[in-house]
T-cell receptor, first 110, second 114 residues
Framework: DQQVKQNSPSLSVQEGRISILNCDYTNSMFDYFLWYKKYPAEGPTFLIS?????DKNEDGRFTVFLNKSAKHLSLHIVPSQPGDSAVYFCAATGYSTLTFGKGTMLLVSP | DSGVTQTPKHLITATGQRVTLRCSPR?????VYWYQQSLDQGLQFLIQ???????AKGNILERFSAQQFPDLHSELNLSSLELGDSALYFC?????????????FGPGTRLTVT
């Protein structure tokens, strides 16, 4: 039973455009959400997070939106750059452990 | 560089064998987490230790065990290895206190069981 779902295994975007990565969750106890980026042969790197008391959090080119009623969050990258090409994992927690989605591979082409 | 170190980087061993993976957390972090990433799978949480004590358990097989030592480094022991145990094993660390949910990951150990 997947509690955190990333339904798009991959996404291709052109440089300069917006990348939107989506994530759905089923557990109502989750109240903190995170996005990680992973390059091949490296460990995941923390990118941005959001608490359930907010609906938006921005950090430079990265913005995370949270829709609690829909149990949905999304990561927007604007503008997308070739260096953003990586696998993006959504994660959620209600206590101390993180539950991860299976990831979305983003490819940003020049 | 996350500050989390893992050794070895690669490990190749035969079925039935036992291996030990090692992790040193970021300076100041008290919690260590172990994850398994198999092909086409997300990060599966295995186990968490906080300041030497087991805090949470996930999908960890009985053949696997872990511990955290007084200097806060952690080891994951995998025994009676099977082909299906081939995967990337990540260690992560965090402060471990309420509200500090961000975990910082090491580079991983790639285990190949032949």
């Amino acid at each position: 039973d997947q509690q955190v779902k990333q339904n798009s295994p991959s996404l291709s975007v052109q440089e300069g455009r917006i990348s939107i990565l989506n994530c759905d969750y089923t557990n109502s106890m989750f109240d903190y959400f995170l996005w990680y980026k992973k390059y091949p042969a490296e460990g995941p790197t923390f990118l941005i997070s959001i608490s359930s008391i907010k609906d938006k959090n921005e950090d430079g080119r990265f913005t995370v939106f949270l829709n609690k009623s829909a149990k949905h969050l999304s990561l927007h990258i604007v503008p997308s750059q070739p260096g953003d090409s990586a696998v993006y994992f959504c994660a959620a927690t209600g206590y101390s452990t993180l539950t991860f989605g299976k990831g979305t591979m983003l490819l940003v082409s020049p | 560089d996350s500050g989390v170190t893992q050794t070895p980087k690669h490990l190749i061993t035969a079925t039935g064998q036992r291996v030990t993976l090692r992790c040193s957390p970021r300076s100041g972090d008290l919690s260590v987490y172990w994850y398994q990433q198999s092909l086409d799978q997300g990060l599966q949480f295995l186990i968490q230790y906080y300041n030497g004590e087991e805090r949470a358990k996930g999908n960890i097989l009985e053949r696997f065990s872990a511990q955290q030592f007084p200097d806060l480094h952690s080891e994951l022991n995998l025994s009676s290895l099977e082909l299906g145990d081939s995967a990337l094993y990540f260690c992560a660390s965090s402060l471990g206190t309420s509200g500090s949910w961000e975990q910082y990951f090491g580079p991983g150990t790639r285990l190949t069981v032949t």
